[in-house]
């Protein structure tokens, strides 16, 4: 089974950073997945925002964050990280690490249900 712990999150001003952690465990190595972060803004719904393959590292961002988010793995560690710069209030919400079986179509996070396994999720707020 699956399971995915997010760490980082926190309080920054617009203009700021923050790092957020995704430590993975449990997963096939039979199998490709692809990890994703999701990001649920106040009062809305999940929109996915990264994805980066599981064995090759393969990155997919939405226009939204491209330029000022940087996805990356340690894939010896199952570690896979989301470097946040020159955030927005507009950036403030939850954010969810999620991993599902890699398609094209969960490669870019078209649809949650492509994704069956979530963290618990961690607050990112971003103050004006």
């Known amino acids: 089974q699956v399971q995915l712990v997010e760490s980082g999150g926190g309080l920054v001003e617009t203009g700021g950073s923050l790092k957020l952690s995704c430590a993975g465990s449990?997963?096939?190595?039979?199998?490709?997945?692809?990890i994703g972060w999701f990001r649920q803004a106040p009062g809305k719904g999940r929109k996915g925002i990264s994805s980066?393959?599981?064995?090759?590292?393969?990155?997919f961002y939405h226009e939204s964050v491209k330029g000022r988010f940087t996805i990356s793995r340690d894939a010896t560690k199952d570690l896979v990280f989301l470097q946040m710069d020159s955030l927005t209030p507009e950036d403030t919400g939850i954010y969810y690490c999620?991993?599902?079986?890699?398609?094209?179509?969960?490669?870019?996070?078209?649809?949650?249900?492509?994704?069956?396994?979530w963290g618990q999720g961690i607050q990112v707020t971003v103050s004006s």
């Open positions: 999620a991993s599902g079986f890699l398609t094209i179509r969960s490669f870019s996070l078209r649809r949650e249900t492509d994704f069956a396994y």
């Open positions: 449990g997963f096939d190595n039979t199998e490709d997945y692809v």
């Open positions: 980066i393959t599981r064995k090759e590292g393969r990155i």
